[in-house]
């Protein structure tokens, strides 16, 4: 595309091509996007589309003028362009014109812009040369000047000589009547029918536009830069859109692989079992039939009828036996079987989303390539075009182009300020997890298998809100102190403190929440001061954001809860049903409202994409998705004295426990603890505890899963088996 430095002879005819007939432009017009076009072929643009026109190469509308292509702007520059090629090609084609004073027909050797006519050499010499003619030398064109190949637009418009008045045609235009939409007009017009005109001298007002023009091309420029790194991020963005979507399958595959083979495995065994055990009743079978026979061989005369009576007896219960051995493994392996091919629906649905997702954000992102690379060439023409109107010495050139560029840039700045925001979220991918339904019924011992007091917290009379435990087996319990203080204590399960860290409160009662997030880091929350906060259990570090700040709303953190394998800090707040998604590095990810059921949670806990709400205006359990769906609720216990659900936690085989308060009428309270099935949230065991805790997590103790439940006062932790039925 031709620029500002461009010299003519460079300008490529289909620079001065119409889009529309592929012909050189006649009487080209402007659309407000500043491309161009021949007046006749908008005329039957607008014709064809019946009124509605829009720029066929950049599809931007345009209002229809009254007089249809007639009432939008002439394109002067293109105009300046247009007359010089013929001219120029007059000139190398050596074609015979008359002469504009003697009227010989001759071939032209110059061309008189003031006189608008091709001269002869002995004219061309007697306008150098007459006095009379002084003032139209500085508007002759020569055939040298074509040749010498380095005449630019700049010389060009200096060619050109101001328009003549239309009221008084003698007389040039040097003012313009900004009144009339930038009309030229001479002095004498300020006399007449301009006197009451705003009008402003022409090269005054076409300094003012050009300097206006170039502070809006110097922002266009910049923002050019911006939209092409925009495209290149975006081109990399696309990779990353397939790249993400082929890790999700693979860890997917690698997930539903692993599933798979210990399904293999566990039938192999089942199978295996169900051997061993026919085996053992007809070998157990066969070895007292043995016995009572050699008894009865002693006896067969006289015991021959009760010989054969008995044979048949334990032939039959071994009969029995051995079909409902068959019938109990059958069940199991049809079970196996079942979650067999469960898996298998499960994969090919997960993989079939990720691809569907993948297809969409692969059409959204080369929407915005193209969009980008559109939004580039109408930057570029812009440019182009404000950039030859700044360097034009035809000042009415600016006066009558300048304000549509400006408007028109600044069109495409705001536009180009949003940026491609639609591909913000482009590489979230839906959660796509497999429901293995492994959860099985766990029993819970009655008492605790062991009970330690935990050394500070008991003898300094603190308290307990929170207990979570790591993959690697360290606990975290945090609550307050009665020093105004919150705290966060590593111990061990013999009741020592390994670590510590102590957090300044104004609370007279300071409560503090606990999550683990990963590594070595737990997501700690302060009730009353609303901080969220890491608290790292290795280097015994802590550090923390003010919600409140960060939403800009007052309230009370009530409950936390942590997903770090996807960046995933959960906070919830009293009566509020609105739960506040952050990340790793504590700044606000998004949030989830709640399903108008829940208004005010008491403890949550997330697992494979679900959340599990302790419901404190409602006291009932509820699961809903990440983006607040109810997917259904938890069955309380049976018994009708159950008051509110207090805590809430899940173990390494999927299940959830809740953790109840009874009330046993008049004043005696105690806790029960309910497991519920993950997938639908049924109720497979109840549990009456006879102590009364204040919170629950799940821990690997000793190679084995144990629950956590250490006291509200006391300082008194408690840990209770599960096993399996």
Known sequence: MATVATILDDIDDKFCQCCLCFRQYKDPRQLPCLHRYCSRCLDEEIQRTHGDLKCPLCQQEADVPKDGAQGLKKDFFMNEIIEFLDIKKSFQDEETHECGDCSKIVKARSYCFKCSEFLCDGCHEYHMTKKSLKEHRPYLLTLQDVKTKNLTLQKLSSLKQAPMCKTHQDDVSRLCCKTCENMPICTACTYGGHKSHEIEDAISLATVKKENLRNQLAILTKSTDKIKQEVKKTLQLQKDVVATADTKIAELDHDAGEELNKIGKDIEVVSEERSNVAKQIRDEWEGEHEQRQRAFEEKIKRLRKEHEEMKHKFENDMDRNIEKSNETYSKKESKLLSKQENVEKQLQEGKALIRKEKENKLGKTEGAIVNGKSTVERMQNLVVTGSNILVS???????????????????????????????????????????????????????????????????????????????????????????????????????????????????????????????????????????????????????????RKVINKEVRVCCITADGSNDQIIAGCVNDPVLYVLNGKLQLSRTINLPQIVKSPRDIVVNNGTIYICCQSSNSVYAVNMEGGLLHKLPKPDSMNCKMPFSVCTSNNGSVYVLWVVINYPSVQDCVITQHNPDDGSLLTTTPVRDVPGWMAAAEVDGAEKLLLPSWLGGILRVYGLEGD
Not at 442 to 460: G, H, L, P, R
Not at 511 to 519: D, E, L, S, T, V
Request: hydrophobic share 35%.
């Open 393 to 547: 010495e035809n000042n009415w050139t600016a006066i009558q182009n300048a304000d549509r560029v400006c408007a028109a840039s600044g069109s495409l700045i705001r536009e180009l300020d949003g940026g491609f925001s639609e591909l913000d979220k482009v590489l979230e991918y839906p959660q796509v997890r497999l429901s293995l339904g492994r959860a099985e019924k766990m029993k819970i011992s009655d008492t605790a298998v062991n009970e330690v007091a935990i050394d500070d917290i008991k003898k300094k009379d603190w308290y307990i809100n929170g207990v979570a435990a790591a993959p690697d087996g360290t606990v975290v319990i945090t609550g307050g102190t009665r020093q105004k203080q919150a705290h966060i204590s590593v111990i061990k399960l013999d009741g020592k403190i390994s670590k510590q860290k102590l957090i300044g409160s104004n609370d007279p009662g300071p409560c503090c929440y606990c999550a683990f997030f990963r590594n070595d880091e737990f997501a700690i929350a302060t009730q009353c001061n609303a901080n969220i906060g890491l608290y790292n259990a290795d280097n015994n570090t802590y550090h923390s954001t003010d919600l």
